[in-house]
């Protein structure tokens, strides 16, 4: 055993000592995640419930009821369903899904026990994934993760929230090391197993589950790995290695099909993920005082308002509130101009960077103070992290590969999941919450910056298809690039104007 690992030590033309090292300490680094962690429990233990957080525990609830109704050969509480779970249509249930469990053990579990548990999962979650990494794209990449997002004091307070966009950030490491995986099996000329397949789309459904808008990021990064292993298969594995993507097809729509019935049949119109896009678009781009076609109820938040008045329209009128909403939003929408707009994407693109530990005191124990040393310190430490890592990552943007294909996948997928995340300023309120889910991408993004970051790769069996894709790819690299740039450059053009 211990010759082997030489051997694949050497294969990757790493030395043994220092891939030893390498590893104690990504060891290391997994005891101070674990550290920090519990010394910043005890000041977010008795945080009460905090915006959408409510959303996720009600239909965790709501689900391990359902859970013990099927035990019981009971009929369903559909009105619990169609309330707690589907609601407004607003959030997919990931999250929910998660703290089921916990609910079907504990249903009266105090924000204590909540707070520990998703601290615990998510944990486990970011371990796993560093384990995943390690195997498949190196230890560099490993201890990247473990320092950004792990050791960032204000992702680690993330972790024991209810929200999905730090699970979600999570979830998507695990597609990319699915991606590299599978392309390294096509440069070898053998198409994926359909066990591949089927793991590759349930990676995939999780990550949208857990965040609805990570939907285009998932779509990118799948369909690059399909035109890649299209054409880099010998004629021979072609076949198998399609009957392996359509299975992952499948099982994505598999498991998106009952939430997408659910909320289809309570809110009476054809959902695919969620409903919240006309609205979001309306408060952030449009005029708030034209959204319930004039001013809507002063009394109500500027989410529950417009919903509220679309409902009442929909019964009036024997439609669908989602039609409603989306003919409010249109309404409000009228007057917005190029300016206008890019004027709103930069206040957005401020709100999701400048102030990454914003969230800091929603998730707070009562009793804890503002001004406390430590909380400055968590503050302090979360900034520096934060735009070291987005400095690098984006620098990483711009660190074009030639060479192996698993490479430039990983390089092609990286960006195309950044980009994908970075689009929500151009279409939906944002915030510093949302940070958490790109912050992975960033780290693997900023590792790329690095000579020799990926193992060596096998030859490919047909190197003149492998070289013509290769080129391709480069040439996506470019155009992703330089599609950023020329898009940053001309909002904050037109902003500033």
Known sequence: MTA?????????GVPLDRQE???GVMVALMVAHVVLKLLIFSRTAHADVAGDERYYLDAGRALSNLVRDAVALSSPDSAELS????????FMPGMSLVLTPLFIVDPGASMEVIRAYLGVVSTLMLFAAVLAVRRVLGVQFAIALLVFPGLVPMWAIFSFAAWGDLAAGIMVVFLLVEVVAITRLVQGGAAPTLAQGARLGLIAIAVVYLRSSALLLVAGVVATLVVVALLVLPRSERARGLKALVAAGAVFAALLAPWSWAASDVLGARVVTTTSVPTALANTFGEPDRLCFGPCDPDDTVWFGPVRYAREVARATGGSE???LKQMSDYALVGVTASSYADDVVANVDRYVMEPERYQPFIRSPGVSADDTSERLLSTATRWLFFAALIAGLAGVFRLWRGPLDRQVLRVATTIG????FIQPFVHVSGARYWSTAAPLLAVSAVLLLPG????SSPSPSPAANAAVRRGLYVVQIALA???LVIGLAVYTVATA
């Open 322 to 324: 989602v039609d409603v």
């Open 21 to 23: 090292l390498l590893t």
């Open 453 to 456: 970051a990926l193992p060596r």
């Open 83 to 90: 309330r707690d779970v589907v609601g407004n249509g607003w």
């Open 4 to 12: 082997l690992v030489r051997d694949r030590v050497r294969e990757r």
């Open 482 to 484: 330089v599609a950023m």
């Open 418 to 421: 950044l980009a994908a995340l």
